[in-house]
T-cell receptor, first 115, second 114 residues
């Protein structure tokens, strides 16, 4: 069975600084997708970034980038120039590829931004 | 705005009661997923429908059931409610059926069982 583990329940970062959220996953599949979702106090689930396992290049979306280490099954999220609006719960997630399938979520990391 | 709508936003009910949560997928999306977010279990997949047919079941209790109608909206029925059923219930939709399609989440329905 596929699992997603986030070992940091909470993190804090100073505004304008950089922070990295960790995630590891376990799967025997070769085709899959990895995601980071943001859940602000509004509770809306917002897709931050996604990575296809077959792509070696790390995905980037503005201030958000990932470090995808396929062999190590590691998928960390780096947030640069942290802003107050980045404060939220962040979920690492996995989905098998090549099919319409459920998403498996980690337990989440609550990120606090210190002004 | 993801284009996925869920009603109601909030629901407060008593133990033993039955409720129905409604989800309308994005225009053109044929797949609907239901997820439950609770404090102790985190975000868990409940059930998946594609074009009216059940495709996969996750950790869904027997007291819960769902269906997807010909107009593609979906309903999640929760019966004999217990305090532990209090949670945020999300619906997500995707085009389906091939992989790689994004799942778009609705705003959720917050269920409180008293």
């Amino acid at each position: 069975a596929q699992t997603v583990t986030q070992s940091q329940p909470e993190m804090s970062v100073q505004e304008a600084e950089t922070v990295t959220l960790s995630c590891t996953y376990d799967t025997s599949e070769s085709d899959y997708y990895l995601f980071w979702y943001k859940q602000p106090p509004s509770r809306q689930m917002i897709l931050v970034i996604r990575q296809e396992a077959y792509k070696q290049q790390n995905a980037t979306e503005n201030r958000f980038s990932v470090n995808f280490q396929k062999a190590a099954k590691s998928f960390s999220l780096k947030i640069s120039d942290s802003q107050l609006g980045d404060a939220a719960m962040y979920f690492c997630a996995y989905r098998r590829g090549n099919r319409d399938d459920k998403i498996i979520f980690g337990k989440g990391t609550r990120l606090h931004i210190l002004p | 705005d993801s284009g996925v709508t869920q009603t109601p936003k909030h629901l407060i009910t008593a133990t033993g009661q039955r409720v129905t949560l409604r989800c309308s997928p994005r225009s053109g999306d044929l797949s609907v997923y239901w997820y439950q977010q609770s404090l102790d279990q985190g975000l868990q997949f409940l059930i998946h429908y594609y074009n009216g047919e059940e495709r996969a079941k996750g950790n869904i209790l027997e007291r819960f059931s769902a269906q997807q109608f010909p107009d593609l909206h979906s309903e999640l029925n929760l019966s004999s409610l217990e305090l532990g059923d209090s949670a945020l219930y999300f619906c997500a939709s995707s085009v389906g059926p091939m992989g790689g399609n994004e799942q778009y989440f609705g705003p959720g329905t917050r269920l409180t069982v008293t």
